[in-house]
């Protein structure tokens, strides 16, 4: 089934308008327009981008316009899935082009895995972030702490869905997988959910009936097979994952956007290999709260929470009640998030490579001395 028949047959408006309606349209948007408007250009939103062009649900229906009059250097200003936009209206141009994108209330971005490291935004307007991830593979919740991280820093609601999990037949161990979630993920909703039986569906659902759902995960995590359940229909093509690994190959290729049919809108995305930060220090902090907060009571405002004296996050690893795997997961991610914020920051560089300088001195200090009283 093409994109343009999915939207169409799920959206089923009943006049132009609805189309925008159901697309997620409110006061604000159409506040945000007004100065469009009054120059005779369209409202829409992007449904599907590819290669220069993408499909709008604009007033008229689903239209296919060029984006070169959008097409910035920066790659996390292009056009994505969720946008709204102004468009030509009919008969203006050949191509329709894109005129501009409204600014965006929130979105989804990451860096890429490219030598440059460039950001990548994945969705934009998006108001719920839905983290897939399956239970026929071993939990990785270092995984899901970057996923959260993007996402809180999004500006989305976070939810973890636990797919596949009819492949836990055992009712005590499946609330085990769900409470090893539970604990680094504080403050978010986690599913489990079997699109095979429908366990979880109407949980979910609920969740994703107002506002922007994205869906994110890794390719064989299950998001093809949920986006079919969630919009009711077949709209996108799921292929089964190896049984060696769990790992899939990437059926969707492209981002797009459904109508959901109790309300609101789905983006599908991608598997993604690789789950680079891009600034996302506020998104951290808010999936290890826990560490944030024993850090406020720490002596030392600076704490590295190594070996300096009155440490509050030492002495919570030393009692048993903050994992150690959860305290090298936050510093791995702090710095990952250093390193790429540093790249277009000066500053920031100059002072990671003061510090680097500073340990690197304490290090050598500390050798020399301890070879001293060998002697």
Not at 275 to 286: I, M, R
Request: charged share 25%; aromatic share 4%.
């Amino acid at each position: 089934m093409s994109l343009r028949s999915s939207v169409s047959s799920s959206s089923a408006p009943s006049s132009s308008s609805s189309l925008l309606d159901v697309h997620g349209w409110d006061a604000g948007w159409a506040e945000a327009f007004a100065p469009y408007a009054a120059q005779g250009l369209l409202p829409g939103r992007v449904v599907r981008v590819d290669r220069g062009q993408c499909d709008i649900a604009t007033p008229e229906g689903i239209v296919r316009a060029d984006t070169a009059f959008v097409t910035p250097h920066d790659p996390l200003r292009v056009v994505c899935t969720g946008d709204w936009a102004a468009v030509d209206p009919e008969g203006v141009s050949d191509p329709r082009y894109v005129r501009t994108l409204l600014p965006r209330r929130t979105a989804f971005a990451r860096s890429t895995s490219s030598s440059r490291s460039e950001g990548q935004i994945l969705a934009a307007n998006v108001d719920h972030a839905v983290i897939t991830v399956s239970l026929a593979v071993e939990l990785d919740l270092g995984r899901i702490e970057r996923f959260l991280a993007l996402a809180w820093e999004s500006g989305a609601q976070p939810t973890i869905v636990l797919s596949k999990a009819d492949l836990v037949p055992d009712p005590v161990g499946l609330s085990y997988l769900v409470e090893d979630v539970e604990t680094v993920a504080p403050g978010v909703q986690v599913v489990p959910l079997s699109s095979e039986t429908g366990e979880g569906l109407d949980v979910l659902s609920a969740v994703v009936a107002g506002g922007t759902t994205v869906l994110l995960g890794v390719s064989g995590a299950g998001k093809s097979t949920l986006a079919n359940a969630l919009v009711g229909q077949d709209v996108m093509t799921v292929q089964a994952a190896r049984d060696v690994d769990g790992k899939g190959r990437h059926t969707t290729t492209t981002r797009n956007l459904f109508v959901l049919p109790g309300g609101g809108v789905l983006i599908d995305t991608p598997g993604l290999r690789g789950v680079g930060l891009w600034d996302a220090e506020t998104g951290v902090g808010q999936v290890f709260s826990e560490i944030e907060e024993l850090s406020s009571e720490c002596r030392f405002h600076d704490c590295a929470h190594e070996s300096e004296p009155g440490c509050a996050v030492a002495a919570a690893i030393e009692d048993g009640s903050l994992p150690v795997r959860r305290l090298e997961s936050y510093r791995k991610l702090i710095r990952e998030n250093q390193r790429i914020v540093a790249k277009t920051d000066a500053r920031l560089r100059s002072e990671i490579l003061k510090d680097w300088k500073r340990k690197g001195a304490e290090g050598r200090a500390a050798l020399a001395a301890k070879r001293g009283r060998v002697r």
